[in-house]
């Protein structure tokens, strides 16, 4: 098998695979560990995965080697027999986080609106093994969960276009965070939830849960962490018009995401990297949002773009939003519909969405072809 081959089965890129094989007996992402693991059939307890849980930056990890170890086989084989203790609360946490994970993972080539279903479906599985669960000391584990699955469920309410379930869910994966009293999953759930208020065009509210998510932090700051809120903040100022500061925060952002060691993963729950490209991607957002060409059109965006195709539409999107803000009409147009297809596609109601603001941001008493046919197509979306 090659390192491409054993990549796109696991998620991962031919060089994370490369990294892996090259790093030794050095440490590892736990969960990439364990999927590698699995899909090449090696016993979990031969890579490390049986052993008791560890203290890393002075949280607990949730006792995450034992919660693989103990459910890696279930992604390898139907047969659940096969797999000790498998009705321990510890073991059921492992195999409720896997399968948030997977849901997760679907994301990315399932409409939300099939996949929420099945997942409001495992929230109330995540409840039920709370209230049952044998002990307080099981709580905050199954608390952790539930904070994940909760944020899944916000994400996807969002990409429906559904606002007010997103802040919902967004705020009931705080609380289960702090329940958990895991500061670096709260900092996550606060500064996703700030992420969203500021591309909802609220920038006052984002600035002030992205201060609660440093609050969450403390001490213990990741740098990918304060590179990330770096940049949510870069986006809420352009919310409210704020050129200069979020100018200031994408200079912030950018000098801590320099600092960033790529070669150890990022510490959970942040499960990617952020370097300079997602600094230039936020910044494209960001001169979309305040009309700025220079800032939108000065990059190749089609690099930028990465992730899933949901994902690449709204960076589309952007770039649409730039060549409208000089006057690129056909151009903007041109994009926007692509984006839109995809959006159809997927039926996303937040490309949808994306795709009436670059729309209401062009008023003309006359427009054009490219125009008149994009506002047809958009008067038969329902979503």
Same mark, same amino acid.
């Given at each position: 098998?090659?390192?491409?081959?054993?990549?796109?089965?696991?998620?991962?890129?031919?060089?994370?695979?490369?990294?892996?094989?090259? *790093? !030794?007996?050095?440490?590892?992402?736990?969960?990439?560990?364990?999927?590698?693991?699995?899909?090449?059939?090696?016993?979990?307890?031969?890579?490390?995965?049986?052993?008791?849980?560890?203290?890393?930056?002075?949280?607990?990890?949730?006792?995450? *080697?034992?919660?693989?170890?103990?459910?890696?086989?279930?992604?390898?084989?139907?047969?659940?027999?096969?797999?000790?203790?498998?009705?321990?609360? !510890?073991?059921? &946490?492992?195999?409720?986080?896997?399968?948030?994970?997977?849901?997760?993972?679907?994301?990315?080539?399932?409409?939300?609106?099939?996949?929420?279903?099945?997942?409001?479906?495992?929230?109330?599985?995540?409840?039920?093994?709370? *209230?049952?669960?044998?002990?307080?000391?099981?709580?905050?584990?199954?608390?952790?969960? !539930?904070?994940?699955?909760?944020?899944?469920?916000?994400?996807?309410?969002?990409?429906?276009?559904?606002?007010?379930?997103?802040?919902?869910?967004?705020?009931?994966?705080?609380?289960?965070?702090?329940?958990?009293?895991? $500061?670096?999953?709260?900092?996550?759930?606060?500064?996703?939830?700030?992420?969203?208020?500021?591309?909802?065009?609220?920038?006052?509210?984002?600035?002030?849960?992205?201060?609660?998510?440093?609050?969450?932090?403390?001490?213990?700051? $990741?740098?990918?962490?304060?590179?990330?809120?770096?940049?949510?903040?870069?986006?809420?100022?352009?919310?409210?018009?704020?050129?200069?500061?979020?100018?200031?925060?994408?200079?912030?952002?950018?000098?801590?995401?320099?600092?960033?060691?790529?070669?150890?993963?990022?510490?959970? $729950?942040?499960?990617?990297?952020?370097?300079?490209?997602?600094?230039?991607?936020?910044?494209?957002?960001?001169?979309?949002?305040?009309?700025?060409?220079?800032?939108?059109?000065?990059?190749?965006?089609?690099?930028?773009?990465? !992730?899933?195709?949901?994902?690449?539409?709204?960076?589309?999107?952007?770039?649409?939003?730039?060549?409208?803000?000089?006057?690129?009409?056909?151009?903007?147009?041109?994009? &926007?519909?692509?984006?839109?297809?995809?959006?159809?596609?997927?039926?996303?109601?937040?490309?949808?969405?994306?795709? *009436?603001?670059?729309?209401?941001?062009?008023?003309?008493?006359? $427009?054009?072809?490219?125009?008149?046919?994009?506002?047809?197509?958009?008067?038969?979306?329902?979503?």
């Amino acid at each position: 098998m090659t390192q491409k081959q054993l990549g796109e089965t696991c998620g991962l890129s031919q060089s994370a695979v490369s990294r892996l094989e090259k *790093r !030794g007996t050095g440490s590892y992402s736990t969960d990439t560990l364990a999927s590698v693991a699995t899909h090449l059939g090696i016993p979990a307890r031969m890579v490390g995965l049986a052993e008791p849980s560890t203290v890393r930056n002075g949280f607990e990890q949730v006792e995450r *080697r034992a919660f693989l170890g103990g459910v890696a086989a279930t992604a390898a084989s139907p047969v659940l027999g096969a797999v000790p203790n498998l009705d321990a609360t !510890g073991n059921q &946490a492992a195999a409720l986080r896997l399968n948030t994970a997977t849901y997760r993972r679907l994301d990315g080539s399932t409409p939300s609106r099939d996949l929420a279903e099945a997942v409001h479906a495992h929230i109330r599985l995540i409840q039920n093994v709370t *209230r049952d669960a044998g002990g307080d000391g099981y709580r905050p584990r199954l608390a952790a969960v !539930g904070s994940e699955a909760a944020s899944l469920a916000a994400w996807l309410a969002w990409d429906m276009g559904d606002h007010g379930s997103a802040r919902s869910w967004y705020g009931s994966a705080i609380r289960a965070a702090r329940s958990a009293q895991e $500061p670096l999953l709260a900092a996550y759930q606060a500064g996703s939830l700030a992420q969203f208020e500021a591309h909802a065009g609220n920038g006052a509210q984002a600035l002030n849960l992205a201060r609660s998510a440093r609050r969450y932090l403390g001490e213990q700051c $990741p740098a990918v962490a304060d590179a990330w809120l770096h940049s949510v903040d870069a986006l809420a100022y352009a919310a409210i018009g704020d050129r200069r500061a979020a100018d200031r925060a994408l200079t912030r952002s950018r000098a801590v995401a320099e600092k960033v060691t790529h070669e150890e993963p990022p510490p959970w $729950p942040w499960v990617f990297q952020f370097d300079a490209n997602k600094v230039a991607a936020c910044r494209v957002t960001c001169g979309a949002r305040l009309g700025l060409a220079e800032w939108v059109l000065g990059d190749d965006i089609e690099a930028l773009a990465s !992730g899933h195709p949901k994902q690449r539409a709204l960076v589309v999107l952007d770039l649409a939003a730039g060549h409208l803000a000089a006057g690129r009409i056909e151009a903007a147009f041109a994009l &926007a519909s692509r984006a839109l297809d995809t959006g159809l596609q997927y039926r996303s109601g937040r490309i949808v969405e994306r795709s *009436r603001g670059v729309r209401r941001s062009l008023s003309l008493t006359s $427009p054009p072809k490219v125009v008149r046919d994009f506002d047809e197509r958009l008067h038969g979306v329902y979503l």
